[in-house]
């Protein structure tokens, strides 16, 4: 943690203001005593041959003076590239404070300002996907337990209907019935996207290769998976991300991608846990809408980065890259 700086007792503009008259005062002072040291001497009035020394005087002045504020304000520069290029949604870089003089104060101010944000972000992010699951897992209870039984219900009656019914009706009630059991199969279907389950009983391999499974059932893609089992502990909130960030990968490619192939992988590299969904879809410009910006606002909860790239061959790369503390031997 950075060690807070003391507040100056000038504002910016105050400093600013002392820089710039300290310059222009020892530029005008050193071009003072070079003239009054120098054998060069001033007539009244100016001689044409004393025109020349003046003016490679003027300039020499002008030019170290423009040097000089050039260096002495170039964090300004630097400052301003990164306000327009500072993201909150992505790992923002930091001006380096030392070597700018009165300017470090601002420069100090401005990076504080960008941890302050992304603090503030990270947790108001937090708040509103932990709402987000806990309104997902009330309405998959309400789906499983009053319309799922109410299915289960009618199909029971459907079934004692079949039974009783004459043999001119049976076909069309068998319609029904299965109508009905469709129905009920999705609203598992739902209940289980809304709430993985099973990321809390068999784990975060299982829950992937069940993702992996429903989207080759809803799609015609034919899906490769390599999903390692030996990875390290990752923690619910990590393992949560990864699913989310896999579940909204593989909904896109199936909704827009127009697809043949598709590529899961959960791997340990180097630098940590990576996750990829790779497809050989249309690819061309990302649109980063609500499901891309939430898929980075969970991203930034774990401290992992995401990129989404369109290769040069088609298709659009998903990359979730965690962080995980080396192992000890």
Known sequence: MNERRPVSAR???QA???????????VFTLGTLILAVSPATVSAPVLLTEIPVLTVGLALMLTANAVLLRRSLAPLGALTALMQRVDLLRSSDRLQENGNGDLTDVVATFNAMLDRLEAER???AAHALAAQEGER????????????????????????????????LCEELHAIQET????????????????????????????????????AGMSD?????????HLPELGPDAELVVYRIAQESLTNVA???????????????????????????????????????????????????????????????????????????
């Open 11 to 13: 504002s910016p503009a």
């Open 16 to 26: 600013l203001f002392r820089r710039l008259v300290l310059i222009n005062g020892l």
């Open 122 to 124: 990270s947790t108001a």
């Open 137 to 168: 897992q009330r309405i998959a209870r309400e789906l499983h337990d009053e319309i799922g039984q109410s299915l289960t219900v009618v199909l029971l009656g459907l079934k004692r209907a079949v039974d009783r019914a004459p043999k001119e």
């Open 180 to 215: 009905v059991r469709s129905s009920l199969d999705e609203v598992r279907q739902v209940a289980r996207r809304l709430r993985p389950g099973m990321l809390e009983d068999l784990g975060l391999i299982a829950s992937l290769n069940a993702l992996a499974a429903d989207f």
């Open 221 to 229: 893609a034919q899906v490769t998976r390599r999903l390692e089992s």
């Open 255 to 329: 909704r827009h991608a127009r697809a043949s192939k598709v590529e899961l992988s959960l791997c340990r590299q180097p630098d940590g846990v990576v996750l990829r969904i790779a497809d050989d879809g249309r690819g061309g410009q990302i649109t980063e809408g609500a499901g891309v910006r939430g898929m980075r606002e969970r991203a930034l909860l774990i401290g992992a980065r995401l990129s989404i790239t369109s290769p040069p061959g088609g298709g659009i790369t998903v990359q979730l890259t965690i962080p995980v503390r080396p192992e000890r031997n």
